[in-house]
């Protein structure tokens, strides 16, 4: 978490219960083992809500080791709120490291990708700390020309 240290990303995180700041510029997102469809959508309008104040590089950490099942309602909602801040996403987002430990874990994220494509870089882990350490490596490989380098030209907003 050394890098984090010296972060110029995101300092704080999306008003859910779901989201928690873990170091600077490092958003969690905890799924709970089950959810409503409701759930879903509040947590994900505040995502969308969040996006809308994104004005430097983040990385999220994504905790899906504990989810049981995503309805096909539940992860259509998730899709949906994600194509709407995509150009955000492709703008901002320097990678997002997801924690899933089973097959089946696989399996939903692996359907939610089909639906929704991701548009930064991902990793699976099988733990919070080995997911931690690819985006400490990838954070540093991304934002090293922060904010003035040709990777982060026209990305950002004025």
Known sequence: MATFERARGMAFAPE?????????????????PDTSDRNVAEAFASLTAWMERVDRPYMFLIRADRV???TATQRRLMAEAEQGY????????AG???????????????A???ISPPV???EITASAADAFAWL???WEEVTVDYPDGPVWTGRLRR
């Open 120 to 122: 930064w870089p991902y």
């Open 16 to 32: 859910h219960s779901w989201f928690a700041l873990e170091a600077p510029a490092v958003v969690s997102l905890t799924f709970p």
């Open 112 to 114: 939610f990708t089909w």
């Open 86 to 93: 995509a150009h955000i996403q492709r703008r901002f987002n």
């Open 96 to 110: 997002q490291a997801v924690v899933i430990q089973s097959v089946v874990q696989r399996g939903i994220f692996t």
């Open 136 to 138: 400490d490596r990838q």
């Open 68 to 70: 049981l099942s995503l």
